[in-house]
């Protein structure tokens, strides 16, 4: 079936009736929220929804309910099978099953406990040529037979349409979800859609074409660029959704804009992505919490870089970059040149602070690397060797005690004691320099990551200051080499690095700030926008924001350089300062405050986070002449009370910020209105 390469909605013209607020039930309306990743992770969109899903149901109970595709395993593992509710819910479920569709119900065992109502694609898959008759019919949008991910989202559209003919507020996610509402407007059923777009896909393929996307959004032939990727019919589906819905919302400003572009249609309203900060809250403990993970951390590095070990793990700072692997998009390019700018700057200032930089992006292994097992089986080996002369020392030496005498230390241990020892120093000798990965990767030539790492030349030498590690694989408890669970890898890092190109929001700085771990961002990524928005301050508060709309890559890589290093010259106790007021930044990220704010400051210029009342820690405001600062705190710092500037900042949080306001029993200092 040939394609149309102009997309018209001329068909949808007279079809689509107009959205009656009167018309609407009120009592007993029901909501149903569609996507492709309900207890099916595939990126972001799922954090999105399960997140969300407790303050939803709190509003809305049992009228609320999830829908999307049946996996067999995930239904097994997450959902809990149960009985409909509610007749009608049940009635086109049964119309649908005894149509030969199979349909699943249940509770999704995640907090709030959202009812489920899952479609088996399969069992409907012999109706498929008939749908896209219907397709073409109503908006002639043709499927190319080799698309399966684009056939298979028709499928559930069309199981999802059928289901609403049977049965009135309804929330669709991506292009995925959108044949189903297409097909129910055409329909005519009665219902209100909301459609949210969390990126554009054609936006997201330019990007990762290296192309001056944000400075060129009015310049591109969309279908052209769409038609030559062969992802038309999917631009197709994205775009038809976007103006068939009767709200169209998305995530950030910034994509907004991009939307208002590529789809034509600007959103309605920008609704920004939160999370459950109640499951990340640790209150006063995320400080000891911190320090925990991050002391796990260290034995990874003990066992990894034995042999090489010549640097002080006390005074090592550990960054990180993780996400999904698009190496443009995510920011790992400019990220590895600014690590080899940082690799420099502390090398000729002889600064002692050692660099850890953990790249967590899932890539094609087929084993661990050889190397790094080894790493960690020496390290339980010299831990256990360690442990047994300890035990054996201190039995000599309580015996000793007990007797009366000092016993001699140099007769305490045996010969056998110190060949023992010298056996554990010579096993950790090492003739090659510590790995990069800690997998074997299937294209490592060609890997973009590994191809940078060789051309900037961090190879984890014994002269450099910033070492890196490549773990391609998502962090789970049970892995031999790293055992730690995402969350707890992240509260044991000092900074989080993502200077993204294309975020259209960001949730790995999110959960760094709710977990009080501070974060590099950057101005093109929805996080960042919505963080320039709202705080006065982001540096205080330990969001770096950097410029990436508006600078050379060039300027871009030298200014994220600029914020690594002046990280790597803050004290010890600038950085638990910082820590505590990334950490309060949480509820501006809750969902049960999103949308009250929303109400609250309707303009959003009225809201915004003031700057803190202390000296900021940021080592931009602060840099010494030396390059590390001492630990120990000078007598003549500015005293903090963390408790006293927390309830300041909820205080402030309650209010719209003022711009000329001076705090009472503050001094205004110059220059201050105008920050």
């Known amino acids: 079936m040939p394609l149309s390469r102009s997309l018209s909605m001329t068909s949808l013209t007279g079809v689509l009736p107009p959205w009656e607020e009167d018309e609407l039930p009120v009592e007993d309306l029901l909501l149903f929220e569609v996507s492709w990743e309900v207890t099916n992770k595939v990126g972001g969109i799922y954090t999105v929804i399960q997140t969300k899903a407790k303050i939803t149901v709190d509003e809305w109970g049992d009228n609320y309910y999830m829908m999307g595709p049946y996996f067999e395993h995930n239904f097994k593992t997450q959902v809990e099978s149960c009985e409909p509710p509610n007749p009608a819910i049940r009635k086109a479920m049964d119309a649908l099953i005894h149509n030969g569709c199979q349909v699943h119900f249940g509770r999704w065992l995640i907090e709030g406990s959202p009812y489920v109502i899952l479609f088996d ?76 777009t969390h990126a554009t896909l054609l936006g997201r393929y330019l990007c990762a074409g290296n192309t001056d996307f944000y400075n060129n959004l009015d310049k591109f032939n969309i279908d052209k660029e769409a038609g030559e990727r062969q992802i038309y019919h999917r631009y197709c589906l994205e775009r038809a959704a976007v103006h068939c819905a009767h709200v169209f919302t998305t995530v950030s400003q910034i994509t907004a804009v991009e939307a208002n572009h ?33 002391s796990q951390i260290q034995e990874f590095i003990r066992g990894h870089f034995y042999g090489h070990l010549d640097f002080n793990l006390d005074k090592t700072l550990i960054f990180f970059i993780a996400g999904r692997y698009e190496f ?27 660099v850890v930089v953990f790249f967590i992006m899932p890539a094609k292994t087929n084993n661990f690397n050889v190397e790094s097992l080894k790493g960690q089986a020496v390290r339980k080996q010299l831990w256990d060797t360690a442990h047994a002369v300890k035990e054996k020392f201190g039995r000599k030496l309580y015996d000793a005690l007990l007797k009366g005498q000092i016993p001699d230390l140099n007769n305490i241990l045996d010969r056998d004691d110190f060949t023992i020892m010298k056996r554990a120093i010579y096993a950790t000798q090492r003739h090659s320099l510590p790995p990069v990965t800690t997998h074997n990767m299937l294209d490592d030539s060609t890997d973009p990551i590994l191809s940078n790492i060789r051309r900037v030349g961090l190879f984890n030498s014994r002269n450099d200051r910033v070492k890196v590690v490549f773990h391609p694989e998502f962090l789970s408890s049970t892995s031999p080499l790293l055992p730690m669970d995402y969350e707890d890898f992240v509260r044991g890092c000092n900074l989080g690095v993502f200077p993204s190109y294309y975020e259209p929001w960001g949730y790995t700085p999110g959960e760094c700030t709710v977990m009080g771990i501070p974060s590099v961002t950057t101005n093109l990524s929805g996080f960042g926008c919505f963080m320039e928005e709202h705080v006065s301050d982001p ?96 007598e003549d710092d500015e005293p903090y009370d963390e408790d006293e500037e927390a309830e300041r900042d909820r205080m402030n949080i309650k209010s719209p910020f003022v711009l000329n306001a001076v705090p009472e029993g503050k001094k205004q200092q110059p220059g201050e209105s105008r920050n």
């Open 121 to 196: 694609i399969g069992s409907a898959a012999w109706n498929l040529d008939r749908w896209k008759g219907d397709l073409w019919d109503t908006c002639n949008i043709g499927l190319p037979y080799h698309d399966r991910e684009a056939n298979d989202s028709l499928i559930l559209g069309s199981l999802i349409a059928w289901f609403f003919k049977e049965v009135h507020y309804n929330h669709f996610h991506e292009w995925q979800a959108g044949p189903g509402l297409i097909l129910s407007r055409s329909r005519k059923i009665p219902m209100a859609t909301v459609f949210t």
């Open 262 to 294: 590529m789809l034509h249609r600007k959103p309605d309203v920008v609704t920004p992505n939160g999370l459950n900060v109640k499951k990340f809250s640790a209150m006063h403990e995320f400080q000891n919490l911190h320090s925990t993970n991050k």
């Open 328 to 354: 443009s998009n995510k920011g790992a390019d400019i990220f590895l040149e600014s690590l080899s700018r940082l690799n420099y700057l502390l090398r000729v200032h002889r600064n002692d602070v050692t």
């Open 539 to 634: 540096a205080a508060y330990g969001i770096y924001i950097v410029d990436r709309r508006f600078r050379s890559a060039e300027e871009s890589c030298n200014q994220l350089t600029q914020f690594m290093f002046s990280f790597c010259q803050q004290s010890r106790r600038q950085r638990i300062i910082q820590r505590n007021r990334t950490e309060r930044l949480s509820d501006l990220l809750d969902w049960r405050y999103l949308g009250r704010w929303a109400h609250l400051f309707p303009q959003t210029e009225g809201f915004r986070y003031p700057r803190p009342y202390s000296v900021p820690p940021s080592p931009s405001a602060s840099i010494h002449s030396t390059p590390h600062h001492s630990d120990v705190e000078d």
